[in-house]
């Protein structure tokens, strides 16, 4: 379990920003453990600001949903640098599935740190083929923190790092649930990609 390294932080004037990165497969906890983080950001009441990109309204139109349906306020957006625009006075800017946002993100995350501002991303670090999903590498690249959760083989129950898509589509995103996606081991995944 990851546990802030200060949760005082806001209350200095002169505040050092931070960038971490929750990463792992589909139905690893990734949005549970970004919505987590910034429930007790708000119990510090230190101001809070969630974006999501416009694109995922798979359970909500606005709202960042978990899988557990698990919920928090948010902002959609269209562009990373939208949120350069609305994430005004906050003390933390959450930011969930962010494979779907371009580089832009990357150079987003850093303003906003060097602002000050602690910002907590969470996003699948590999796509259905198993390949690194940009950009998340370069955000795991220059974060303070990584956090990397895993999910649980849908296969043999064994820990899992791997979305195994079900349909023969070779679109690099193409939004699902468990309709559409599994949690896969690294044997699992690969027996069945072949």
């Given amino acids: 379990m990851f546990f802030e390294p200060s949760i005082e ?3 200095n004037p002169e505040r050092k920003g931070q960038i971490e990165v929750i990463c792992g497969s589909m139905f690893s906890g990734k949005t549970e453990e970004l919505i ?3 429930n007790r950001a708000k119990i510090a009441r230190q101001k809070v600001e969630i974006f999501k990109p416009s694109v995922d309204k798979r359970y909500h139109e606005e709202d960042v949903v978990s899988h557990n349906e698990t ?13 350069l625009l609305l994430s005004g006075d906050c ?15 990357v150079s987003v995350a850093q303003k906003l740190a060097n602002k000050g ?4 991303l969470a996003g699948l670090d590999m796509d259905f083929e198993g390949m690194p999903f940009e950009p998340m590498p370069k955000l795991m690249a220059i974060a303070e ?3 990397k959760v895993h999910a649980i083989c849908m296969k043999c129950g064994d820990l899992a790092a791997f979305s ?7 679109q690099k995103v193409m939004l699902g649930e468990k309709d559409a996606y599994e949690a896969r081991c690294r044997k699992c995944f690969y027996e069945d990609k072949k």
């Fill in 36 to 38: 987590r983080r910034l």
């Fill in 164 to 170: 195994f898509r079900l349909s023969d589509s070779k």
């Fill in 9 to 11: 932080r806001h209350k």
């Fill in 71 to 83: 919920s928090i306020r948010s902002t959609p957006v269209n562009f990373a640098d939208d949120i």
């Fill in 91 to 105: 003390d933390v800017v959450g930011i969930d599935e962010v494979q779907f946002f371009d580089e832009q993100i």
């Fill in 145 to 147: 923190y990584v956090t």
């Fill in 117 to 120: 501002k602690r910002v907590i």
